[in-house]
T-cell receptor
Framework: GENVEQHPSTLSVQEGDSAVIKCTYSDSASNYFPWYKQELGKRPQLIIDIRSNVGEKKDQRIAVTLNKTAKHFSLHITETQPEDSAVYFCAASEDSWGKFQFGAGTQVVVTP | DAGITQSPRHKVTETGTPVTLRCHQTENHRYMYWYRQDPGHGLRLIHYSYGVKDTDKGEVSDGYSVSRSKTEDFLLTLESATSSQTSVYFC???????????FGSGTRLTVV
């Protein structure tokens, strides 16, 4: 089955700097890669996703890049703000049942 | 809110007792999932459903069973709760392939 590794486990950045989280996956058949943000005590919420036929996708200050050959994808947050502080999860999916394999999560702390 | 509700939100139960968690959706989505979230493990799939009476096991299904007699309801049962099942349980729904999950608000279960 699919295995997703996520790094780093914690990330501290100064407000205004950029943050990058990287994930690798094992199953070359995976074709859909969402990212979730989870604030303390809240539910995970989808913030951006990318399909395997696309190399990059942007939405305001966040972007995701996908390298199918190397089987890794990354989340980029630019001009970080305190409200970006949260746990971020990557995931990969390849089958029609839509089961996601999640990474272990990255705790992002943005300090003013 | 997000078209998906979980009940109860919090529960404390004793070891050896049966427990049932409920997930209810108003979106008429076919796919429904139960995950558990534990520190250091991210989100792990317990069971999932493709439709009414169509369910299958995830990666951590031992000790859990599910039922889906109606499109809108997906029940997770711990037959005989153990302390290792203390966790936060999230239900998720998905419209179709290449769509992300929408998560419920979660149920915090403590087994004492």
């Amino acid at each position: 089955g699919e295995n997703v590794e996520q790094h780093p486990s914690t990330l501290s950045v100064q407000e205004g700097d950029s943050a990058v989280i990287k994930c690798t996956y094992s199953d070359s058949a995976s074709n859909y890669f969402p990212w979730y943000k989870q604030e303390l005590g809240k539910r995970p919420q989808l913030i951006i996703d990318i399909r395997s036929n696309v190399g990059e996708k942007k939405d305001q200050r966040i972007a995701v890049t996908l390298n199918k050959t190397a089987k890794h994808f990354s989340l980029h947050i630019t001009e970080t703000q305190p409200e970006d502080s949260a746990v971020y999860f990557c995931a990969a999916s390849e089958d029609s049942w839509g089961k996601f394999q999640f990474g272990a999560g990255t705790q992002v702390v943005v300090t003013p | 809110d997000a078209g998906i509700t979980q009940s109860p939100r919090h529960k404390v139960t004793e070891t050896g007792t049966p427990v049932t968690l409920r997930c209810h959706q108003t979106e008429n989505h076919r796919y429904m999932y139960w995950y558990r979230q534990d520190p250091g493990h991210g989100l792990r799939l317990i069971h999932y459903s493709y439709g009414v009476k169509d369910t299958d096991k995830g990666e951590v299904s031992d000790g859990y069973s599910v039922s889906r007699s109606k499109t809108e309801d997906f029940l997770l049962t711990l037959e005989s709760a153990t302390s290792s099942q203390t966790s936060v349980y999230f239900c998720a729904i998905r419209a179709d392939a290449f769509y992300g999950y929408t998560f419920g608000s979660g149920t915090r279960l403590t087994v004492v």
